[in-house]
C-alpha cells in the first residue's frame, strides 16, 4: 500500500516537482515533465541567497538540461548568483574567517554550483573559478594556533553551535563532495594548477577519518585518529558514497591501489549484514536506490565489474520491495529518485546531480 503523499515543495530538487520532473525526463515522458516543471515555476524561481542546485533558479537549469533544453535568462541567472557566492567566499578568505558549510557543500554551496557547470558541457569561464576556490580548500588555516583543514566549519553538521566546529566528510555536505567534482573535472579534461595535489590531500583526509560522519576538534588534536563506529553505509554520509569519490580520485590520479581500496570497500560493506541492517528505506540520500546507484557506477568504472553483479541483484530486490512505503514523492528522499535507481537508467545523467558521474 503506497504511504500518503506529502505536498512537495515546488522549485526544490530534492523534495519538490522539480525533482519529481527528473523521472518523466529521463523515461523520455516529456508531457508529464512539462506538466510538473509548469506547476514547479508557477510561483517564481529563486535567484537570491538561497539558490543552489537543489533549490531555484540552479536547480531549473539541471532539470530542463536533463530534456536538451536551455533557458538564456535561467542561465544568465545562475550565472549571477555563482558570481556572487564566489564573492562572498573570497570576502570571507580574505576575513580570515572559517567557512559554513553551506558556502562550499554539495547541496547548498560552491560544490553543487560546480557540478552544475561541469554538467553544462561546454567551456565555462565560471566553472574555473569554482574549481580555483575548491582547491583553494585544500590548503589548511591556523585558528588559535592550530592548523585545520580549509574546509573546517565554526558550527556543527546542523548548523548548531559546536565547540571547537567540525570538518565534514559526507558527500552532501562536507569534503566527499568537494572531492568527486574536483575529480570528476579532472576526469573531463578540466585540470588547473594545483588540483591534482587538492585531490591527493581530500582523499588522503578521507582515508585517516572517512570512517566518521564528521570529524571534531577533540579528534583532530588526538594521538590517533577515531575508529569508526557503527554508522548507516549511505550515499549522503557513509562508506558507500565516500568509497565512490575515492574511486574518482583514484581515476583523476591514476591511483591503481587508491582505485582498488575503494571498490575493495564497497564490496565488503555490501557483504557486512550489519553495515545492511542499518538502512531503514528505500531513498537515494541514506537508503537502498543510493546504493545501487552507487554500485552500479563503481561497477561501470572497474575493471573488473562481474565482481558487483550479485551485489547490484540484491539491492535492487531490496529497493524494490521497500520503494512503495516512501512517504515522500520526490528526488532524495521520495519515490520518484528511488524509481530512477530501480529503472537503471542513466540516459539523461541524472545522477550527476549527486556527484555520482
Avoid at 530534492?14 to 527528473?22: F, T
Avoid at 532524495?332 to 556527484?355: K, M, V
Amino acid at each position: 500500500m503506497t504511504a500518503p503523499a506529502t505536498a512537495p515543495r515546488t522549485q526544490d530538487l530534492s523534495e519538490g516537482a522539480l525533482g519529481m520532473a527528473l523521472l518523466h525526463i529521463e523515461r523520455s515522458d516529456l508531457a508529464s515533465a512539462r506538466s510538473t516543471l509548469v506547476e514547479a515555476v508557477a510561483g517564481g524561481v529563486s535567484g537570491g541567497a538561497n539558490a543552489s542546485l537543489f533549490h531555484g533558479a540552479p536547480a531549473l537549469e539541471f532539470v530542463l538540461s536533463r530534456a536538451g533544453r536551455s533557458d538564456p535568462a535561467v542561465r544568465d541567472a545562475v550565472d549571477r548568483i555563482v558570481a556572487a557566492r564566489l564573492a562572498t567566499a573570497r570576502r570571507r578568505q580574505a576575513a580570515g574567517t572559517l567557512p559554513h558549510p553551506a558556502e562550499f557543500d554539495l547541496i547548498r554551496g560552491l560544490t553543487g554550483l560546480g557540478a552544475l557547470l561541469l554538467a553544462r558541457g561546454a567551456a565555462s569561464p565560471l566553472l574555473g573559478e569554482v574549481l580555483v576556490y575548491l582547491v583553494s580548500l585544500s590548503r589548511p588555516v591556523r585558528v588559535d594556533g592550530q592548523e585545520l583543514p580549509g574546509w573546517w566549519s565554526s558550527v556543527g553538521p546542523a548548523d548548531e553551535e559546536m565547540d571547537g566546529g567540525h570538518g565534514n566528510n559526507g558527500v552532501a555536505h562536507g569534503v566527499a563532495g568537494v572531492l568527486a567534482v574536483v575529480s570528476l573535472a579532472a576526469r573531463r579534461g578540466v585540470r588547473l594548477p594545483g588540483q591534482q595535489d587538492a585531490i591527493e590531500v581530500f582523499a588522503r583526509w578521507l582515508d585517516t577519518y572517512g570512517g566518521c560522519y564528521w570529524t571534531t576538534r577533540d579528534q583532530l588534536s588526538a594521538p590517533e585518529p577515531p575508529e569508526p563506529g557503527p554508522a548507516r553505509p549511505s550515499w549522503c554520509y557513509g562508506q558507500l558514497g565516500i568509497a565512490r569519490t575515492q574511486q574518482l580520485a583514484a581515476l583523476a590520479l591514476g591511483d591503481p591501489a587508491r582505485r582498488i581500496g575503494a571498490e575493495d570497500t564497497v564490496a565488503a560493506t555490501l557483504t557486512d549484514p550489519s553495515s545492511l541492517g542499518r538502512i531503514t528505506d528505500a531513498s537515494l540520500c541514506h537508503g537502498w536506490a543510493g546504493l545501487l546507484t552507487v554500485t552500479r557506477a563503481v561497477a561501470d568504472d572497474s575493471p573488473a565489474p562481474d565482481r558487483f553483479a550479485p551485489l547490484i541483484e540484491d539491492l535492487s530486490k531490496r529497493l524494490a520491495v521497500d520503494l512503495e512505503r516512501l512517504p515522500k514523492p520526490g528526488f532524495l528522499e521520495g519515490r520518484s529518485g528511488a524509481q530512477l535507481a530501480l529503472d537503471g537508467t542513466n540516459t539523461t545523467d541524472w545522477t550527476s546531480a549527486l556527484l555520482i558521474t
